[in-house]
C-alpha cells in the first residue's frame, strides 16, 4: 500500500499547478530558554539543526483523530525530533545509541542534557547529577537490529532516560518541555486548521453551501476534513460542492519519508454518492470512500494494491 499511494502521489505532482498553505503561526506555549540535548536546543524549528532529510516522519494524534505532535527520524546520529503542529517548534528530543553500530559511538556520546547526562553515562553517575528519580517506566525487551536490550527507565521532569540493564549505562536519553505536549494538544483544539500545517491547497479553495434540494445526510459531507493515512500521511479532504448524485472535492497530502513521499501536494477529482458512501477515483486507479462516522467525523479508506484508513476530522471554514 505505501508503495502505491507513493506512486500516485507521484503522478498527481506531474499535473499541480503550485499551490501554497498559509497557516499563521503563534507562541501556543513556551520552552525553556537554553533547554537542550547537545546542539538540539528546545523552541526551535526543525531547520535550525541542518540534519539534512528525514528518514522517517510520524504523527501523534489525540482522541478523535486529530493530528497535534509531528515525529521526524533523522540517522547520523540516530535522532527523533518531536515538534507541535501550530507552530513547528521542537518541544522534544531524543537520542538513541545505535546498539548494532558502535562505529557511531564517537558521534552520539556528543549530545549530553545540561545537566552533562548522555548516551554512555553511568547509572550510578546520572543519579548522582539528577538526584532521586520521580518514579521507574518499568522494564522491558527491546530488540535492535539483531541486538535484544533489556531495557529500565527512569522518570525524571523533562527527562527520558532509559538504560541498557547489561551494562548499567545510558542507552537512550531526550529533553521535553514540561507540560507542552498537553498544551499543544491544546492549542491544536483551540485552532484546529493547525492539524493541517504542511499540507498545500489551491488557493481558490471554494466550500458551495449544499442547497435545499441536497439531502441532509449527504449535505452533511459538505466542508474541510483533515486525517492521516495510517498515522503516516496527512490527509487533507475538501467538499466543495455537493451536487447528487455526486461531488466535487480537492484530495491533498502531506509527506511520508517511510512511503518515499516527499513532496506534498493536492488534486481536484469527483465522486459519486453511493448509499452512504462518497467514492472517488484518483489516477492510477486509485480509489478512495468517505463515510460517515460517529462524532461527525468520517471514516475513510484508500485502495490501491492495498488499503490505508483514516479518521477525518471536520475542520472550521
Not at 553517575?125 to 538526584?131: E, K, S
Not at 484518483?282 to 475513510?300: F, K, W
Request: aromatic content about 6%; overall charge neutral.
Amino acid at each position: 500500500m505505501k508503495t502505491a499511494i507513493g506512486v500516485v502521489i507521484a503522478i498527481l505532482m506531474s499535473s499541480l499547478q503550485g499551490a501554497s498553505l498559509s497557516l499563521a503561526q503563534e507562541a501556543d506555549y513556551r520552552t525553556i530558554p537554553g533547554q537542550r540535548l547537545g546542539r538540539f536546543e528546545l523552541g526551535k524549528p526543525l531547520d535550525a539543526f541542518n540534519l539534512g532529510i528525514n528518514t522517517r516522519q510520524d504523527r501523534r494524534l489525540m482522541r478523535g483523530g486529530l493530528p497535534f505532535i509531528n515525529t521526524d527520524f533523522y540517522s547520523g546520529p540516530n535522532v527523533k525530533l518531536h515538534s507541535c503542529k501550530t507552530d513547528g517548534l521542537v518541544l522534544a528530543a531524543v537520542v538513541t545509541r545505535m546498539l548494532e553500530h558502535p562505529e557511531t559511538d564517537s558521534e552520539i556520546i556528543k549530545y549530553k542534557t545540561v545537566e552533562g547526562i548522555g548516551i554512555g553515562t553511568d547509572e550510578t553517575d546520572a543519579l548522582r547529577l539528577l538526584g532521586r528519580p520521580a518514579g521507574t517506566g518499568g522494564e522491558w525487551t527491546s530488540r535492535h537490529g539483531a541486538i535484544e536490550v533489556r531495557i529500565r527507565q527512569i522518570n525524571c521532569p523533562g527527562l527520558l532516560v532509559r538504560i541498557d540493564e547489561a551494562n548499567r549505562k545510558i542507552f537512550e536519553i531526550g529533553v521535553e518541555t514540561p507540560g507542552a505536549w498537553a498544551a499543544c494538544e491544546r492549542a491544536v483544539r483551540a485552532r484546529p486548521s493547525a492539524a493541517a500545517s504542511g499540507v498545500p491547497l489551491p488557493t481558490d479553495v471554494r466550500v458551495v453551501p449544499p442547497g435545499p434540494t441536497v439531502p441532509p445526510d449527504l449535505a452533511a459531507f459538505s466542508g474541510r476534513w483533515v486525517g492521516v493515512w495510517d498515522g503516516v500521511l496527512d490527509h487533507v479532504f475538501i467538499i466543495e460542492e455537493i451536487t447528487p448524485p455526486g461531488a466535487r472535492f480537492v484530495y491533498a497530502w502531506g509527506t511520508a519519508p517511510q512511503w518515499d513521499i516527499r513532496r506534498p501536494g493536492w488534486v481536484r477529482a469527483s465522486g459519486q454518492f453511493v448509499g452512504a458512501e462518497l467514492q472517488g477515483r484518483l489516477p492510477a486507479t486509485a480509489s478512495v470512500t468517505y463515510r460517515r462516522a460517529q462524532n461527525d467525523t468520517l471514516g475513510a479508506t484508500y485502495e490501491l494494491g492495498g488499503t490505508s484508513r483514516a479518521t477525518m476530522v471536520r475542520l472550521g471554514e
